[in-house]
């Protein structure tokens, strides 16, 4: 294997396809995108979670659900985390901050990571 097709299968395994070749991050489908936002029920979020814990955090909620191209499907996710998710005193605290910063980063492919950590 040479060395640029091992960087190659290093980055996919790292971030998938979601980075195209001009470094920008694929756009999620409405239909992926629905479903994680139905996923993201009744959970535990934290401020500044613990790995370890493998605990929900705030800010990457708001790092995926900004990255959602859909904007119903977007407000639809953001509704959802005071609706029916319970946030610990501190992510309660820092919503509004969260809310601001989540827009910096916005990246959908992190739902599907947070889906997946809890689904173990």
């Known amino acids: 294997m040479s060395y640029k097709d ?8 790292i971030y998938g396809v979601q980075i195209n ?9 409405d239909e ?3 479903a994680c936002v139905d996923g993201l029920k009744n959970l535990e ?12 955090s705030l800010l990457r909620m ?11 499907i977007r407000a639809e996710g953001i509704g959802n ?8 005193a501190n992510a309660d605290k820092n919503y509004k901050q ?3 910063n989540g827009k910096r980063k916005p990246n959908p492919w ?3 990571k947070i889906l997946r950590r809890i689904m173990i």
């Open 6 to 13: 091992y960087v190659q299968q290093q980055h996919d395994r």
């Open 21 to 29: 070749d001009e470094g920008t991050i694929e756009q999620m489908n």
């Open 32 to 34: 992926l995108a629905q």
């Open 45 to 56: 979020i934290h401020n500044y979670p613990q790995a370890i814990n493998m605990e929900v």
């Open 62 to 72: 708001f790092y995926g659900l900004y990255g959602i191209a859909n904007e119903s």
């Open 81 to 88: 985390i005071l609706k029916f998710d319970k946030l610990s």
């Open 98 to 100: 969260a809310s601001s």
């Open 110 to 112: 992190i739902l599907t």
